[in-house]
């Protein structure tokens, strides 16, 4: 079994349920509004939430059309004619405030971090991501920390990949490891970059992308049998 030393997290739906604390930011942004969130309010704004994000990945716009645009985007459906970049201000406070773990990801850091280098990888603004790790107790076993906003390139690029193994001392690709949620971002980009990848996939979701990870769990202490130094626990 191949001998790993870097480890590559997403953050959002693989170390940190980012379901759960949009949820409750939209909740929140929608009664400033006097609305109820309905489940198509919602079912409504993932789907334009994520092709703008599909679009920024795929390098078609830059992070600030996504952020400044969705929500005057989305309130268009309501005839509402709104100030997309002050929702986006006030959604993203909500969204700062949310840093529930997913399940057994605690354990599995704290367990990983003595024996391997482990950094995180994501896409998003800084300023959110850096308080929802530090409220969520991960932040302290990583090495180091690259967001797309820092960065300047964002998943699946390979400069933003090139950007993060040049900040690694030493590094050695064929020992690198990404473990993520999506297929578009880090699945694809770890495929790019020259990683081995890990496809959390705790729903089960069918693959259509043609894409073929190294790996795909269903639960991050699946993790274990990937790396199988590590104590094993139910």
Known sequence: MKTYKY???????TLL???ATEKEALRALFAEQNMDLTAEDERRYKEINQGLWNAYENGKIDRDE???TRF???FMHYDLKVNGSLLERKYRSYLEQGHQLIDGAMDLIIQLQPQYELYIVTNGVSKTQDRRLRDSGLYPYFKDIFVSEDTGFQKPMKEFFEYVFDRIPNYIPEQGLIIGDSLSADIKGGQ?????T????PLRKEN???LSPTF??????????ILPSLVKTS
């Open 208 to 210: 259509q992308s043609g």
């Open 17 to 19: 349920d980012f379901q």
């Open 72 to 74: 005057s985007t989305f």
């Open 216 to 225: 795909e769990i269903q639960q991050l202490k699946e993790i274990h049998e």
């Open 7 to 13: 480890l590559f997290f997403d953050i959002d739906d």
């Open 198 to 201: 890990c496809w959390f996939n």
């Open 66 to 68: 996504v952020l400044n």
């Open 192 to 196: 790019i970059s020259g990683l081995d």
